[in-house]
Structure formats: C-alpha cells, structure tokens
C-alpha cells in the first residue's frame, strides 16, 4: 500500500527534527554526493566487513560528498557545521562552520566544497585542502540542493523563491538566478551539459542550458518529482513520489519518452555503471531495476524498511540505506540480488562511496558516520620480477589498499607509501630467494592473497660471446652464453644492442651490436636481477685503410710478390678484379700484406682488401701487363780496317747495325756491347739508321790477336737478342 506524500514533505524524518524541518526535506548522498548519477569507473568486485567503525560528528548529519583529495565532508543540520573526515584515517579532521540548516553538499572539480543553508539562504564554500571558508554566496529563499555542472557552474535549487541560483566555481559569484517551477528540489546534470531541475509543487522538471543558463525547457512528469538521475546513456530518469512511477526524459530532444511503474513512493534514483537505474521506494520496502535502454523494470529488489537514500559504488555494487531499519542493502548490480545486510547506526540518512572505495553512512539519529569497509582487492603488481637480492619498488594496484602491509613469501615490504584513494600501494621488496613468491596484502579488514604473483629471479651470469669481433659500423649478430638471462638487455661501451632474444631457458641471447669505435668493449648484460659482464668483451675493428701496392704491374700470368700497405690490414683477404690472390701474409701490426698476384686480363686491376672491419680498394695502383712475342732482330758488323805498319785503326773503327727482321726496319737507341775474345770494348748506342759506332784504338792488338770483334744486342720485351761477328782486314 502507498503513502501519499504532500509536496515539500519528507517521507519519513527522525523524531528528533520532527519540528521545524524545512519544506522539500533532509537530503540524501544519492543527490548531494555524487549529483544523482552514479559513479562510471569500474572496479574489482568488493567484499564487505560488518560497520564497525563509527565515527562521532555534529548534530543530524543528513548529507556526505566526498572530495578528490579523499577527504569526506559531513554537513551537520542541527550543529550548523560540517565534519572534515580523512578516509585514510577515519578520524575527524576539521569542524567548519557554516549557515544554518545545512542541507546537502556537492564537490566542484576544483576541489571547492559546496554547502547550501536553508534557514540562512546561502552558500558556505570551503576549500578542500586548507578546510576553511573561502566565502559564503548569497542564494533564493530555502536553498535545497546542489548540483555542479561539467563547466563548474555550481547550481543550488530555491525551494521557496522558486529558482536557481548558478554560481561560478573560480570566482564563487553568482552568476544569475534562473526561475522553475514551485519548489524546486532535486537536481542533476546530463552529459550535454543541460541542468534538471525537479519542481514539486508544479509536477514538472525544468531543463537549463549550463551554457546560456536559460531555460531550454520544461517537461511535465508525475506527481512530488523529487529525485533525478541521468544514465550514462543520456536518458534522464524522475522518481515522483507521489505517483509511483517514474518518468523518463531523452536529454537530446527533452521530450518524455517512457513512464515506468515502480514501487510505493519512490524516494531516491542512481544509475550503475552498467546503466540499470536503481529506484528506492520509500513505502514499499524495495529498489526497483529499470534497464535503460529499454526502459523496463527487470528486477524488484527487497531491501530494509523505509530505503531513504541509494548509492552506486566505482565497481557497480549498490548502497541503499534502510531508515526504518537501521542497516543498509548491498545489492550486486550484474545479478540484482541483495549480497550484504550490513547494520549501522540510528535512522540512517544519507550515504555515499569514498574514492578508497568505502562506503560512509550518515545517521541523524546518532550523530555518527558508519564506515562500511571493505576489504582489500588486487588487480596488479608491477614489476612482477626482480632480483633475489631485493629492493625492486614495485606498484600494487586495487581497492581500499589504505594502511595495508605487505609480505613476501612472509617477508616484510619496505617504504610503503599509499594513495589518498586507497588504490595503490608502491613497496620496496624484502630480499627473497630464486623463484615465485606469495604476495600477502593485508588491512584492518582482511586480506588478499596472491601466489605466484611475483618472480624472484637468479642475477644472471655470462660465459662468453661469438664472435668476438666486428666492424666499427655495427651490425654483428653475436650470441651471448650465460644462465637467468630472462628479460636480459645488452650494452657494448654503454651503448644498447639491438633485436635482442633470449630462448626459453634463459641460457642464450642473440643481439646486433650498435655501432662503436675501434677496440675492445666492455659487453653489459642486464636482466631486472642484476648485470653481468661478458668475459673478454667484443672488439671492434677499423675500417681498413690502404696506401700503397708495390710493384705496380706484373704479367697477366700472375706470380708477382707484391707489398700493400696501409691500417687495419689484421685478417685480411686479397682479391685482384675479384679474384683470390695467394700466399697472402700480415704482419702483426696490421700495416702491411704481403700476397702473389693470381692471373688476370691486361690493363689496371682494383685490388681489394677484406677485413672482418670492413672493404677498402685501391683502383688505380696495379697493372697487368700483356704477354708480348719479341720481334727477331739481325745485327751485322762491319769488318775492322787495320794499318799495321804503322799499327792504327782506320775510320769508321768499329760498327755494327741493327735491324728488325720483322718489319726490315733499323731499330734505333738500342744498346750494342763490342767485346773480343771475351774482353770488354765498349758500348754504343744504335743511331737513326740502326747503326752503333765506336772507337776502340788501345784494344787494336787484341782484335787482331782473337780475328776480328764481336757485337751483341742483349734483347728487349719486344725484341730479340741478336750478335755478329766482323773480321779485321789488314791494310
């Protein structure tokens, strides 16, 4: 059976603020904490500890929002205050004054707390990090709700004066009024910006443009809307109270597009991650799941009596706060079922989801905050590996992870430091031994265990690398012997190798050497469990440099003996126009060679070194030489005119004249050697005509002696030897 609720009266309120409770009600965390959407981030499944802590803060507290900072702010109606709680800590921090009647509270993106007075028409607002009062705005009559917008106007819904005060978070001044329809209660924002406004006394929503902040529309609903919630999908859902439905709103067109029926007195609505819109009805004792893109009801969910207030965690559990019972319905938002009653303190108000994940329950009748805890949750451990030795800082990532220890393989982590949301730890790891080990985190609450999730890995060693050396210019594929190679980088004089592999077994790493300079290097192999240096390291070897060939030519038969010089010569071949020269020696300094010329055409030859440090060539300095069939040649000699008495030599003296048998032509400055008997006269050098001359008068005894004289013509490349021999003739 539904209860039919006036407008501007709350359903049910605490004995103790019977008397003079403000028209449109107390608030609750599914509007003031998080603007009635939801929150959209996923986040592992949450297991839940009974709400044993209880935190103490001012008179009624009816709303709570949290802060990016992590800080919770609890406003107080009856004390005019708001408590400041650390969620690392659960302790109250500050107490902040504020105007009376405090009613709800919303959280700018700049970290400014928003806190609208009722019974003093204004705004109190705070600064998240020094927890003071920046200023208090001036706002209509009976300022209700707030709400901020994407670009941080902040709007606070008039219940009396029928409008909309919009302030702008960086100055705190209010921007402009903007009027609705009679009181105006809830409201939230789309994700196109556009403002709802539910009006009451007027059964409609008013649609304001954050933009021009005007208004764009109004759109009648059911009757009392006093609740809002957009789904991720834009569809803007508005629970009326009084007529047990609720009316959905596309935020594109701002046309009605469905009324669905839901339970008696529908109170609060939140939208999970998923996009199921969670309705709490106030008189029926259960949560109706519309799903929103279809805009049926899928499940009807039982709670406690009297479910005030509703909340969706990161990780898409949902929070209903029972009033009449004092506990609050943990339902599982994939299954729709309820998976925790947990209890907390007298006539439970409000309630919204910190950013660690814990969930905080006001309680107007005790004056006391419930924190819900939650048990710890691991998503990952970065790096999962590290030395043997340890002192590896690694990243543990999850959910209300606030004050937790950490082992390994029971072994204590150092330095842990935590994030003010409670999802990350970054620990420095015990020194443990080869192999995998157990990661325990472990809260007040409990504790998450983690086999396997961490590596202790052996410091790798090395035993040698093939080849040894390389050119200068990089390039080598070398292979790297060692054990624990896993994971392994390498370095030759600091600088990183290339296309790195490393087998299965961790025994065996192939690389590319970088480039680098001429002589040997220190070969680093560095795994995350340590280094180790390869022995006798990796040399590098110059680029050869050539100078000189000696001699210059030779026959195409091959055969020469030549010298080369130059730098860089160690292990080098010889090629002649590509073709292996033989017999190929270096000296030890690497400067000079020494190799016998293979066969090859007439004409000049490149002569090319190859080094394991590189090629160079020289392509001008060896000619081979044609094989040429010297001409026959024919020397006459002129017999010899002597007077004996007395003894002397006539004129011409001794001539001889060379001819090329071959063309019959004289052969010119060609060498001609006079001797007889076997002694030595002279030379003389064949003229224009082929003829050599020479005066020989001392030697007259021994020609006449031997006969007469010989003439010899040793020869040439191109031309024959020949000799003759001329008699004397006595005068």
Not at 149 to 165: F, H, L, Q
Not at 314 to 331: D, K, R
């Amino acid at each position: 059976m539904s209860t039919t609720i006036q407008p501007w009266v709350t359903p049910r309120i605490p004995a103790a603020l019977a008397q003079g409770t403000p028209p449109g009600g107390l608030p609750t965390a599914a509007t003031v904490a998080h603007g009635a959407q939801g929150v959209s981030a996923l986040q592992p499944s949450l297991t839940l500890l009974l709400a044993t802590l209880t935190i103490p803060v001012g008179t009624t507290p009816v709303g709570v929002a949290a802060a990016p900072n992590g800080n919770l702010y609890v406003i107080n109606f009856g004390s005019a205050n708001v408590s400041v709680i650390n969620s690392a800590t659960n302790t109250v921090i500050a107490t902040v004054p504020t105007g009376n009647s405090p009613s709800s509270v919303a959280v700018a993106p700049n970290g400014n707390v928003y806190v609208a007075n009722q019974s003093s028409a204004n705004v109190t607002v705070i600064n998240s990090t020094t927890n003071t009062v920046i200023t208090t705005v001036p706002t209509g009559n009976n300022p209700f709700a707030v709400a901020v917008a994407p670009n941080g106007n902040v709007y606070v819904t008039n219940v009396a004066s029928a409008n909309v005060t919009v302030i702008n978070s960086t100055t705190n001044t209010v921007i402009t009024t903007v009027p609705t329809g009679a009181g105006p209660d809830a409201v939230a924002v789309a994700p196109n910006g556009n403002v709802y406004v539910t009006n009451q006394g007027s059964n409609s929503v008013t649609v304001i443009n954050s933009a021009t902040n005007t208004v764009i529309a109004t759109v009648p609903v059911g009757t009392s809307p006093q609740s809002v919630a957009v789904a991720p999908n834009g569809n803007v859902y508005v629970g009326n109270t009084n007529s047990n439905n609720v009316t959905v709103i596309n935020s594109g067109t701002n046309t009605v597009t469905a009324t669905v029926p839901v339970g008696a007195n529908p109170f609060k609505v939140a939208v999970a991650p998923n996009g199921n819109v969670y309705v709490a009805n106030f008189a029926s004792a259960n949560v109706t799941v519309i799903n929103s893109a279809t805009n049926t009801v899928i499940a009807t969910v039982p709670t406690g009596n009297i479910p005030i207030a509703v909340a969706v965690a990161p990780n898409g559990n949902v929070f209903v706060a029972n009033a009449g019972s004092n506990t609050v319905s943990v339902i599982n938002s994939a299954t729709n079922t309820v998976t925790d009653t947990v209890p907390v303190g007298t006539d439970p108000e409000a309630l919204t989801v910190a950013p660690s994940g814990n969930v905080y329950v006001t309680n107007t009748g005790s004056n006391t905050v419930s924190v819900i805890l939650l048990a710890p949750t691991v998503t990952s451990i970065s790096p999962a590996q590290g030395p043997a030795t340890g002192g590896t800082v690694v990243t543990i990532t999850g959910t209300n992870l606030s004050g937790a220890t950490v082992t390994f393989n029971g072994n204590a982590a150092t330095n842990l430091f935590y994030n003010a949301a409670g999802t990350q730890i970054i620990a420095t790891t015990p020194a443990g031994v080869p192999g995998p080990a157990t990661v325990v985190v472990t809260t007040s609450v409990g504790a998450v265990t983690l086999p396997g999730a961490f590596t202790y890995a052996a410091a790798p060693t090395t035993s040698g690398i093939t080849p040894t050396q390389g050119p200068v210019a990089g390039g080598t594929m070398v292979t790297i012997t060692g054990t624990d190679l896993t994971g392994a980088t390498v370095t030759l004089c600091g600088r990183p190798a290339s296309n790195v592999i490393v087998n299965p077994a961790g025994t065996q790493i192939t690389a590319i050497t970088p480039p680098g300079t001429p002589g040997t290097c220190p070969v680093v192999v560095t795994t995350p469990s340590g280094a180790s240096t390869v022995p006798g390291g990796f040399t590098y070897l110059a680029i050869p440099v050539l100078t000189c060939i000696t001699p210059g030519q030779g026959p195409a038969a091959g055969g020469t003996v030549v010298t080369i010089t130059g730098t860089g010569l160690t292990g080098a071949t010889v090629t002649f126009n590509g073709v292996p020269a033989t017999a190929v020696s270096v000296n030890p300094a690497g400067t000079q060679i020494t190799a016998t010329t293979p066969p090859g055409s007439p004409g000049t030859a490149a002569v090319t070194i190859t080094t394991p440090g590189g090629t160079a060539t020289l392509a001008c300095c060896f000619t081979y030489q044609a094989v040429v069939t010297p001409h026959a040649t024919s020397l006459t000699a002129t017999p010899a005119l002597i007077q004996l008495f007395p003894l002397q030599l006539h004129f011409p003296f001794l001539t001889a004249t060379l001819t090329d048998t071959v063309t019959g032509l004289p052969v010119p400055g060609q060498i001609i050697t006079f001797s007889t008997g076997g002694h030595f006269l002279g030379t003389a050098i064949t003229d224009a005509n082929g003829t050599a001359t020479l005066v020989e008068i001392l030697s007259l005894p021994l020609i006449i002696l031997n006969g007469g004289y010989d003439a010899t013509f040793a020869g040439t490349p191109t031309l024959q030897p020949s000799t003759a021999h001329a008699p004397f003739i006595a005068l």
